[in-house]
C-alpha cells in the first residue's frame, strides 16, 4: 500500500505562482511513477504532468508546458508541481497518484484545491 498526501493548494491572483507538493509513504520502492492531475467542476479529471521515479524523466499537458515544473526528492520521497504564470483556467482540484510498474496498481491523494482569481 502507497499513502499520498498532497499540500500547498490556495487561492491566488493570475499570474501568480503556487507550489504543490505530494509526501509519499508506505510501500515506496514499488512506486515506479508519479502524476499530478486536476479536476475542474464539471469536468473530467486531466492529466497534468509526470515523472519517472527512477530516472527524473518528466512530461507534461500541453496547457501547462512552459509555466509547471514537476520534480521529485528521492530521499524524501516527496513530488512537487511548481505552478507558474497562473490562469484562471488552472483552478482545480490536483490530485497526485502512484503507479508501480505496468500499472498494476494506482493510488490516489486526497487533493488539494487551486483556485485562480482574475
Known amino acids: 500500500q502507497v499513502h499520498l498526501i498532497e499540500s500547498g493548494g490556495g487561492l491566488v491572483q493570475a499570474g501568480g505562482s503556487l507550489r504543490l507538493s505530494c509526501a509519499i509513504s508506505g510501500r515506496t520502492a514499488s512506486v515506479i511513477r508519479m502524476n499530478w492531475f486536476r479536476q475542474a467542476p464539471g469536468k473530467e479529471r486531466e492529466f497534468v504532468a509526470g515523472?519517472?521515479?527512477?530516472?527524473?524523466?518528466?512530461s507534461y499537458a500541453d496547457s501547462v508546458k512552459g509555466r509547471f515544473t514537476i520534480s521529485r526528492d528521492v530521499a524524501e520521497n516527496t513530488v512537487a508541481l511548481q505552478m507558474n504564470s497562473l490562469k484562471p483556467e488552472d483552478t482545480a482540484v490536483y490530485y497526485c497518484?502512484?503507479?508501480?510498474?505496468?500499472?498494476?496498481?494506482?493510488?490516489w491523494g486526497q487533493g488539494t484545491q487551486v483556485t485562480v482569481s482574475s
Open positions: 515523472i519517472v521515479w527512477s530516472l527524473g524523466v518528466t
Open positions: 497518484k502512484a503507479s508501480t510498474p505496468g500499472g498494476e496498481y494506482e493510488y
